[in-house]
Every structure is written in C-alpha cells, then in structure tokens.
C-alpha cells in the first residue's frame, strides 16, 4: 500500500503546519522524506511502531516532530518555525525493518516506490 501525504501549503516564515501520513500500520515504521527543487530527496524523520522511538535529521531536530495515531491510521509530522529551506515536497513511506536509524531510512530513501507527496511552501 503506498501512503499518502497531505496538508501541506503556502506559509510565512516562522509559521507551522502538520503533515499528515495515512493509511499507516501499527506494525511498521514510518518515514519522512521531502524533495526540494533541484535538491536530492532527503530523509528527515520517522518514528518507530506503537509511538516507538523517533528519528529527526539535524535539519530539522527541535523544529519538527513526528506522531502517530493508530486508532485513525495515520502518522503526523508537525512542522515548526518553518523556513524557506523547508519548502518542498514532502513523502511519507514505510522504513524497513520496524525501526527508525539513520541506516533504515537511507534504504527507504533508496527504494524507488513513493506514493503522493504534498507540497510546501515557505515564502514571505
């Protein structure tokens, strides 16, 4: 099943968003990824099964956090003191293995299957 990535927007620097993820599984990891224009696609956080342990990229550690709600299937990333760097396409998909490292999301990162990004944009 491929997820599917929504809620993203136009914001001005300094404002918030939360991205949703669904439908997600209890059993499996969840990841982050965004793609900017002309920019590699990047992991940037991911979070364990049952709310286990999250991964954040410096880039974005303090800024954003992720969450998930199994009751609705659906994993979050809520995004912070957004910056213009922060504008692109965001894609969410499961990381192999059930856990998040920096390891698991570069494969994840590698595997070619992505659903639906949303795109975000921050400019004033």
């Known amino acids: 099943v491929q997820l599917q990535a929504s809620g993203g927007g136009l914001v001005q620097p300094g404002e918030s968003l939360r991205l949703s993820c669904a439908p997600t599984?209890?059993?499996?990891?969840i990841g982050w990824f965004r793609q900017a224009p002309g920019k590699e696609r990047e992991g940037i956080s991911c979070?364990?099964?049952?709310?286990?342990?999250?991964y954040y990229a410096d880039s974005v550690k303090a800024r954003f956090t992720v969450s998930r709600d199994n009751v609705k299937n659906t994993v979050y990333l809520q995004m912070n003191n957004l910056k213009p760097e922060d504008s692109a396409v965001y894609y969410c998909?499961?990381?192999?293995?059930?856990?998040?490292?920096?390891?698991?999301?570069?494969?994840?990162?590698?595997?070619?299957?992505w659903g639906q990004g949303t795109l975000v944009t921050v400019s004033s």
């Open positions: 599984s209890d059993y499996d990891a």
């Open positions: 998909k499961i990381v192999p293995y059930g856990n998040c490292s920096p390891q698991t999301v570069r494969t994840a990162l590698s595997s070619p299957d």
């Open positions: 979070i364990g099964p049952y709310n286990g342990r999250p």
